[in-house]
């Protein structure tokens, strides 16, 4: 299972930390992601880092502001979330994914609002 922490209310130019621990699963078998989901708005992908943490990506919309990492010692992948604007304003998911077999998990979400 993966169970979030961080998140909540912050001012526009402010920062935050999502985490996201994985546990009952081979967590360095898994590429990790952060989705988010806006009212009204289809989930979408913000950022994706590989199993070793060697290579990452982002959407165009936080490139430069989010930064996506894993320590694979402590089961844990975060976000970290920097120049927060009002539209960064969401429910984070992350998510564990493998191809072979095929198999998923996600965290339970954690809501990140963006207002002065």
């Known amino acids: 299972q993966l169970v979030q922490s961080g998140g909540g209310l912050v001012q526009p130019g402010g920062s935050l930390r999502l985490s996201c621990a994985a546990s009952?699963?081979?967590?360095?078998?898994?590429?990790m992601s952060w989705y988010r989901q806006a009212p009204g708005k289809e989930r979408e992908l913000v950022a994706t880092?590989?199993?070793?943490?060697?290579?990452?990506n982002y959407a165009n919309s936080v490139k430069g502001r989010f930064t996506i990492s894993r320590d694979n010692a402590k089961n844990t992948v975060y976000l970290e979330m920097n120049s927060l604007k009002p539209e960064d304003t969401a429910v984070y998911y992350c998510?564990?994914?493998?191809?072979?077999?095929?198999?998923?998990?996600w965290g339970q979400g954690t809501q990140v609002t963006v207002s002065s």
């Open positions: 009952g699963f081979t967590f360095s078998s898994y590429t």
């Open positions: 998510k564990a994914a493998r191809q072979y077999p095929p198999l998923s998990y």
């Open positions: 880092i590989t199993t070793t943490g060697a290579n990452t």
